[in-house]
């Protein structure tokens, strides 16, 4: 890795990172993202709880939590809170290390008070980039889930529920998660 700190770092610096180290690579800079709360892992546990549940149905997918990076760019990689690739998306195969080629099909962020300007513009613009079809802000601050989906390269808010609705994506026939749950 690079050694000064005007460095630029690559997607194969953000790579060889440690599993413990949670930092993002934004710009050829690795940025510190902020340490995940308890109220967040639990939130992200729910989800994919959720999504395996609603996948080990007889719908199939696979759901990943935190971790898993994604390149945006040899100077861009991200790690979503969820990500979602369904049936028949074989982007995971052969990418054990970070997801280079492909795409999820659906990417989850948990807004934390220091991201919001990052998960609602920054990252909204790559996963768009990435031609991700769709993606969920959960904001546990405001009690709120926004289901936002990709249109002519551009995301538009389909869903937006608060306090105790219940989300049912239409992407995900027969999926239910009551909002109520992740806020407790």
């Keep these: 890795m690079p050694s000064s700190a005007s460095a630029v770092y690559t997607w194969d610096d953000f790579i060889a990172l440690g599993d413990e180290d949670l930092r993002e690579l934004i710009d050829g800079e690795l940025v510190e993202i902020e340490q995940p709360t308890f109220k967040h892992a639990r939130l992200v546990a729910l989800l994919c709880y959720y999504l395996a549940g609603w996948s ?99 995301y538009v808010i389909a869903t937006a529920l608060a306090e105790d609705e219940t989300f049912r994506p239409d992407s995900f026939e027969g999926l239910e998660i009551p909002l109520s749950s992740l806020w407790e």
Excluded: H
């Design 56 to 154: 080990d149905s007889g719908r199939g997918g696979i759901c990943l939590s935190s971790g898993y990076k994604i390149r945006i760019s040899d100077r861009r990689g991200v790690m979503p809170d969820v990500q979602f690739y369904r049936q028949g998306n074989d982007a995971l195969s052969d990418q054990d290390e970070g997801l280079v080629r492909g795409r999820p099909d659906l990417v989850v962020e948990i807004i934390l008070p220091s991201s919001q300007r990052y998960d609602r513009v920054t990252k909204l613009r790559w996963y768009a980039q990435l031609g991700i079809p769709e993606y969920w802000l959960v904001d546990p601050a405001a009690m709120m889930l926004q289901r936002l989906v990709l249109r002519e390269g551009v």
